[in-house]
Nanobody, 124 residues
Framework: QIQLAESGGGLVRTGDSLTLSCVGS????????MGWFRQAPGKEREFVAG????????TYADSNKGRFTISRDDGKKTLYLQMDRLNTGDTAVYYC?????????????????WGQGTQVTVAP
């Protein structure tokens, strides 16, 4: 079991950058494949990016490929999401999640642990 806590959200303008962080509560963080999801008002929670344990292979949703970068620092038990060239369509609550699977999955059901989320609002 692991607890996750996101931070770094806020109000930015179109074209700005923002970096989200997600800290895990235990050293077992390194044994989880991690993902970022987001949920906009009135919409389903959707996959944003994921990174595997051990070899750090990354996967991105097509909507943000080339703008977002996911990374992890297992020594700090921290997952990051660097978001560049933000637009109003990126406005959502962003969640980090941990999966016991080896490969990155894009479906919510494959993730066992979730943080509480951090709000990102992109103004025009």
């Amino acid at each position: 079991q692991i607890q996750l806590a996101e931070s770094g959200g806020g109000l930015v303008r179109t074209g700005d950058s923002l970096t989200l962080s997600c800290v895990g509560s235990r050293d077992t963080f390194q044994y989880f494949t991690m993902g970022w999801f987001r949920q906009a008002p009135g919409k389903e929670r959707e996959f944003v990016a994921g990174i595997t344990k051990r070899d750090g292979r990354t996967t991105y949703a097509d909507s943000n490929k080339g703008r977002f970068t996911i990374s992890r620092d297992d020594g700090k038990k921290t997952l990051y999401l660097q978001m560049d060239r933000l637009n109003t369509g990126d406005t959502a609550v962003y969640y980090c999640a941990a999966s016991l699977l080896v490969d990155v999955k894009m479906t919510r059901a494959q993730y066992s642990y979730w943080g509480q989320g951090t709000q990102v609002t992109v103004a025009p």
